[in-house]
């Protein structure tokens, strides 16, 4: 069983930037990020392979969002810069056993953290 926690999560003005935490204990997997706004859908974000050689992120955040990881502190990072009101939500963290990440499918979900970004 792996337990995510995410944290790094606030409220900053726009044209700011976050970096969120992603601590994961147990063994080391291929993590993804997603967004959960206010009446949307949940939707991806950046995706990490378990050795952190392969990334993957969605058109929308490309240039602005980076993914890493440091496996020796089992943690992934994801660093956002020039935030918009629209990035105001929920953001979670998803691992995924084996190369079940290349196909979206995550087995283990965190609970999640809000970010704030006004205008």
């Known amino acids: 069983q792996v337990q995510l926690v995410e944290s790094g999560g606030g409220s900053v003005q726009a044209g700011g930037s976050l970096r969120l935490s992603c601590a994961a204990s147990g063994r080391t997997y291929a993590v993804g990020w997603f967004r959960q706004a206010p009446g949307k859908e949940r939707s991806f974000l950046a995706a990490i392979n378990w050795t952190g050689t392969t990334t993957n992120y969605a058109d929308s955040v490309k240039g602005r969002f980076t993914v890493s990881r440091d496996n020796a502190k089992n943690t992934v990072y994801l660093h956002m810069d020039s935030l918009e009101p629209d990035d105001t939500a929920v953001y979670y963290c998803?691992?995924?056993?084996?190369?079940?990440?290349?196909?979206?499918?995550?087995?283990?979900w965190g609970q999640g953290t809000q970010v704030t970004v006004s205008s």
């Open positions: 998803a691992a995924a056993k084996g190369l079940k990440w290349i196909k979206g499918v995550y087995d283990y």
